[in-house]
């Protein structure tokens, strides 16, 4: 049985930085949050398949 990811794991996989996105745009962050609490990893990327790379884009995680 698959362990429950939670969203900070998820933005952790898409190589998103949690607290950039978090502080720059809090209403998105939280939109999103609540979406991913409600379906599963793969619903919730089809629902936001064309706003993930540019959320990326913006918010990449300093390597």
Same mark, same amino acid.
């Given at each position: 049985? #698959?362990? !429950?990811?939670? $969203?900070?794991?998820?933005? &952790?996989?898409?190589?998103? #930085?949690?607290?950039? /996105? @978090? *502080?720059?745009?809090? !209403?998105? /962050?939280? !939109?999103? *949050? %609540?979406? $991913? @609490? +409600?379906? %599963?990893? #793969? %619903? $919730?990327?089809?629902?936001? +398949?064309? &706003? ?5 884009? +913006?918010? &990449?995680? #300093? &390597?």
């Amino acid at each position: 049985m #698959d362990t !429950e990811m939670t $969203f900070e794991v998820y933005l &952790l996989d898409k190589k998103i #930085d949690r607290q950039k /996105f @978090q *502080e720059a745009e809090p !209403e998105r /962050f939280k !939109e999103w *949050e %609540s979406v $991913f @609490q +409600k379906v %599963s990893p #793969d %619903s $919730f990327t089809m629902q936001k +398949k064309f &706003l993930i790379n540019p959320i990326r884009r +913006k918010y &990449l995680i #300093d &390597l």
